[in-house]
Each structure stands twice: as structure tokens, then as C-alpha cells.
T-cell receptor
Framework: GQQVMQIPQYQHVQEGEDFTTYCNSS?????IQWYKQRPGGHPVFLIQ?????EVKKQKRLTFQFGEAKKNSSLHIPATQTTDVGTYFC????????FGTGTRLQVFP | GAVVSQHPSRVICKSGTSVKIECRSL??????MFWYRQFPKKSLMLMAT?????????EQGVEKDKFLINHASLTLSTLTVTSAHPEDSSFYIC???????????FGDGTRLSIL
């Protein structure tokens, strides 16, 4: 079946360091979505990418959708403690399949 | 923005009890609602897709007689965990979307603990 993998599984950074999470799907996607989940909370929709090679920015976050529409990345430069949480990509085919998630911890 | 309300937020009950969880889209009509299960520090696993007025589509490995889903209106879907056992303890989250390729909006989740 369709699988969506993310790396790394965990990332611990010092405040001010950059962070990137990578998402790979086993199948071609119609779109990819990104969500953030704070500890104890529910996933919150961040952004949706639809076009091959698309790059979108949302405040400090930069999202990219691969040319083959099978991979994506999220980059946060100069992390802040408010960036703490788990970032999930979710790949859309006939259904939305969540990636394995990357848990980001930021130390002040 | 789109709001999805899920109730209750937390349930603690005895083994053998049936538990109903409600998911409502408050300011939009949801043609499709989804039910996910999330174990601690794990990703969201899709359990079933619920379309208004029709039977839910269950993912492989999910017992439909165990997890009853009803989507009676465009704003309400319910998940009933029948005869719950400790292994059913988990975080259950619903989501709703207006149409295909629209983003899903999530409820706050229900933390279910079966003693």
C-alpha cells in the first residue's frame, strides 16, 4: 500500500539553528499537505502544495514539492522555541496518508 | 477558518463499555469525514473514511463491527467503539473536508482510556 516516510524521526537543535524535514511517498501524489502537532494537541493544517516543483513560503517556513510529486521538504531557518512540535507531511491520492512525522525539539 | 468540533475530549471507562465520539463541522458542510487513531509518539493512522449518507470505507485491519461509523448529515459523523477493551485505548481524531483536494480540518481529538 501507499507509504509516506519522513526523515529524520527526531531533531534536537539549539535555538537559532536551521531545521529541515524530508518527506517521501511511494506513489505519485495529487498534492501534499503539511501539518504541525504540538505536544498534547491535534494536527493543525499549515499548507498545501499542488504543482510539481512548487515552492511556498509561510512566514519563516519554506515548503517544497518535488518535480516528480513524490517528495517534499519543510525548512525552518533560525529555529525558535515556538517551533517545537511534530511536523507531519500528508500525501493525497484517493485518500490522505500521513507521514511518520519529525519531532522537533528546540533548546534555548 | 474552518472549525471542527470533537466531543468528548476525554473518556475514561470500564472494559466492555461502548463509547460514542462525535465530530461536527461547525461552519462548513463536510462531504467527507475521516477518523484517525494515534498512538503515543506515532503518526496518525487512517481508520475509515465516512461519506455523508453512505457506508464508511474502512482501512485494512480495522474491524467495522468494532468501530461503528455513522455520517447522518453533512455536519456530523460519529464513531462508536463497541465493547471497548484496554487495547482500544488511544487518541482518536476526526477530520472533515468540504471537497476533494481541499485540506482536512481536524477536531481536537478524544483521548480514550479503557480500564
Amino acid at each position: 500500500g501507499q507509504q509516506v516516510m519522513q526523515i529524520p524521526q527526531y531533531q534536537h537543535v539549539q535555538e537559532g539553528e536551521d531545521f529541515t524535514t524530508y518527506c517521501n511517498s511511494s506513489t505519485t501524489l495529487s498534492n501534499i499537505q503539511w501539518y504541525k502537532q504540538r505536544p498534547g494537541g491535534h494536527p493543525v493544517f499549515l499548507i498545501q502544495l499542488v504543482k510539481s516543483g512548487e515552492v511556498k513560503k509561510q512566514k519563516r517556513l519554506t515548503f517544497q514539492f518535488g518535480e516528480a510529486k513524490k517528495n517534499s521538504s519543510l525548512h525552518i531557518p533560525a529555529t525558535q522555541t515556538t517551533d517545537v512540535g511534530t511536523y507531519f507531511c500528508a500525501g493525497q491520492t484517493d485518500k490522505l496518508i500521513f507521514g511518520t512525522g519529525t519531532r522537533l525539539q528546540v533548546f534555548p | 477558518g474552518a472549525v471542527v468540533s470533537q466531543h468528548p475530549s476525554r473518556v475514561i471507562c470500564k472494559s466492555g463499555t461502548s463509547v460514542k465520539i462525535e465530530c461536527r463541522s461547525l461552519d462548513f458542510q463536510a462531504t467527507t469525514m475521516f477518523w484517525y487513531r494515534q498512538f503515543p509518539k506515532k503518526s496518525l493512522m487512517l481508520m475509515a473514511t465516512s461519506n455523508e449518507g453512505s457506508k464508511a470505507t474502512y482501512e485494512q485491519g480495522v474491524e467495522k463491527d468494532k468501530f461503528l461509523i455513522n455520517h447522518a448529515s453533512l455536519t456530523l459523523s460519529t464513531l462508536t467503539v463497541t465493547s471497548a477493551h484496554p487495547e482500544d485505548s488511544s487518541f482518536y481524531i476526526c477530520s472533515a473536508r468540504q471537497g476533494r483536494d481541499q485540506p482536512q480540518h481536524f477536531g481536537d481529538g478524544t483521548r480514550l482510556s479503557i480500564l
